[in-house]
């Protein structure tokens, strides 16, 4: 935010709306004076315009900055979620649903639309009210209104967090229904199957009607937090000062300052509650992406070097290496050590679940591992960088990890290369292909590289994206190349095509097999 100039713009902000509310007191006070004294003075008239007019051009100064700020905080929330969702770790995000993915992408959405604005407005509403104190000790009766005005908070402050408790919980069974809904779209056939039509609703309409009774009760406590807290206040406050006016002790500026304090304190408590809904949403919504924020601080900024060479014949070396999911205790992976040199062409078997997708992952770079020694041409991954140690080591993942995203069939190829492409890197995708066997695919779709393909585009068999994938870890031009079970829905006379083209292309290569 600091290097954005959102910091400095706060600041100027703040200062803005401080310098309104000085002349907003300054035209109270010339008025009010005015009006209480029982006399019509020119001059006050003519201050208190002055005052009035100046803060025009301030509060539409207050309105841009305002603007300003959100926009700049939503543009750079948006790009910290994007780069803690593609660091989080994969072991977590596997083990997440569809439907709490996307409750998560939702959430982010209102902390970005709710959270900037209404965040201001929150700050610059409590702004006023730790600024209130200070003038109503210039009025009649300050104690008991610095008394009343405390109490008053209190009370707001407990209202508040009960509110927000409800709306917690209010919004766990929305994120809850959100979830439980994709996950029934994605699993219809197999509903289909096992549950009769009729018991269909039964789940839904019981869920329904609980979140029903939480929206009702969250309503009622939201609408008299914002309705009976301020005007409340109002009625209270003058209670107290009213028998310093009716006796006459207090001067005729104390009574003009406390009348004005008092309608300023109101308006501050109904902008703070006004603003109740957005800004708990907000924060309850900032409290279930944090992790995806927080993954974010480990991410790797520095420049890609133009040359990963080490120069040493060791491309990857393994000590003891284990690993263990989060929140297990027996490791899946352990004192597993290796050495590949440059050149080497190695395959790995092992059973299912003996770790060889696991060790791959780690290679790769895709998983920490819990312990043991990792090097690359004799450098750990925090000194290289988790950036430069993925530009080394191309990973072709197991079909169901990996993904053709909806775009054009070149930009599924050359993920791995500087975006826009060149002609030289489309070419050379291009004659890849075709060493691959996918020169007939090519030839079938009209617009050939430029084909939209993916899941509302042209539809890949099953080889197609296991050779598509091959393609994009070959272009990348990686130093070792491996691929897990890449293979293994290929037809004889394509998999030997492929194979050669493989250890023609790949410098260093660790392919993953079923023995």
């Known amino acids: 935010m600091k290097a954005a100039g959102l910091v400095s713009r706060v600041g100027v902000l703040l200062g803005t709306h401080g310098l309104e509310i000085a002349l907003l007191f300054a035209s109270w006070a010339f008025l009010g004076s005015g009006a209480l004294s029982g006399r019509l003075?020119?001059?006050?008239?003519?201050?208190?315009?002055?005052?009035?007019?100046?803060?025009?051009?301030?509060?539409?100064?207050?309105?841009?900055l305002e603007g300003v700020v959100a926009v700049g905080f939503g543009g750079l929330l948006k790009q910290r979620l994007m780069v803690g969702a593609m660091t989080m770790d994969a072991d977590l995000m596997r083990r997440k649903g569809a439907g709490e993915l996307l409750s998560e992408v939702?959430?982010?959405?209102?902390?970005?639309?709710?959270?900037?604005?209404?965040?201001?407005q929150i700050a610059l509403a409590a702004l006023e009210l730790l600024l209130a104190p200070f003038v109503i000790a210039f009025g009649a009766a300050a104690g008991a209104e610095?008394?009343?005005?405390?109490?008053?908070?209190?009370?707001?402050?407990?209202?508040?967090?009960?509110?927000?408790?409800?709306?917690?919980?209010?919004?766990t069974t929305r994120l809850e229904l959100t979830h439980q809904l994709v996950e029934k779209m994605s699993a219809h056939r197999t509903r289909l199957a096992q549950q009769a039509p009729s018991e269909w609703h039964c789940d839904e309409d019981r869920d329904n009607e609980q979140y029903a009774g939480m929206s009702e009760t969250l309503d009622q406590s939201s609408a008299w937090i914002e309705t009976a807290l301020p005007r409340s206040y109002?009625?209270?406050?003058?209670?107290?000062?009213?028998?310093?006016?009716?006796s006459g002790k207090a001067s005729l500026a104390q009574l003009a300052i406390s009348f004005g304090a008092i309608l300023f304190t109101s308006a501050a408590i109904e902008r703070l509650t006004a603003w109740l809904t957005p800004g708990t949403a907000a924060w309850i919504a900032w409290?279930?992406?944090?992790?995806?924020?927080?993954?974010?601080?480990?991410?790797?900024?520095?420049?890609?070097?133009?040359?990963?060479?080490?120069?040493?014949?060791?491309?990857?070396?393994?000590h003891n290496v284990m690993f263990t999911h989060q929140g297990r205790y027996e490791?899946?992976?352990?004192?597993?050590?290796?050495?590949?040199e440059r050149g080497d062409f190695v395959l790995l078997q092992g059973d299912s679940g003996s770790g060889k997708s696991t060790l791959v992952s780690l290679l790769g770079g895709l998983r920490r591992p819990s312990g043991?020694?990792?090097?690359?041409?004799?450098?750990?991954?925090?000194?290289?960088?988790?950036?430069?140690w993925r530009h080394r080591i191309a990973v072709a993942p197991q079909y169901h990890e990996n993904h053709v995203f909806t775009a054009p069939l070149s930009f599924n190829l050359l993920l791995g290369r500087p975006y826009p492409h060149s002609a030289r890197d489309l070419e050379e995708a291009k004659e890849l292909c075709h060493e691959l066997g996918l020169g007939p695919l090519l030839e079938r779709m009209p617009a050939g590289l430029d084909q939209i393909v993916g899941e509302t585009g042209w539809q890949l068999s099953q080889g197609e994206r296991g050779r598509v994938f091959l393609a994009r870890a070959l272009l990348q031009n990686a130093e070792v190349v491996m691929l897990d079970e890449s293979l293994g829905a290929l037809d004889p006379q394509n998999l030997r095509q492929c194979l050669d083209c493989v250890t023609r292309r790949a410098k260093t290569l660790l392919v993953v097999a079923h023995p």
Request: charge should be neutral; hydrophobic fraction near 50%; glycine fraction near 8%.
């Open 331 to 340: 490791p899946i992976l352990k004192g597993c050590s290796l050495s590949i």
């Open 234 to 246: 109002v009625i209270a406050a003058f209670a107290v000062l009213a028998p310093s006016f009716l």
């Open 372 to 388: 043991g020694l990792l090097l690359a041409g004799g450098l750990d991954r925090h000194t290289l960088g988790e950036a430069t």
């Open 287 to 318: 409290r279930n992406v944090k992790m995806m924020f927080d993954a974010a601080a480990g991410a790797d900024r520095t420049e890609l070097p133009t040359e990963t060479s080490s120069g040493s014949d060791t491309i990857l070396q393994a």
């Open 106 to 120: 939702l959430e982010s959405e209102a902390i970005e639309q709710l959270g900037a604005s209404g965040g201001l």
């Open 41 to 64: 003075d020119y001059a006050w008239l003519t201050a208190w315009t002055l005052c009035l007019a100046s803060t025009v051009p301030l509060r539409a100064a207050s309105r841009w």
């Open 146 to 171: 610095i008394t009343l005005l405390i109490l008053w908070i209190v009370l707001g402050t407990l209202l508040i967090s009960q509110n927000m408790r409800r709306r917690s919980s209010w919004t």
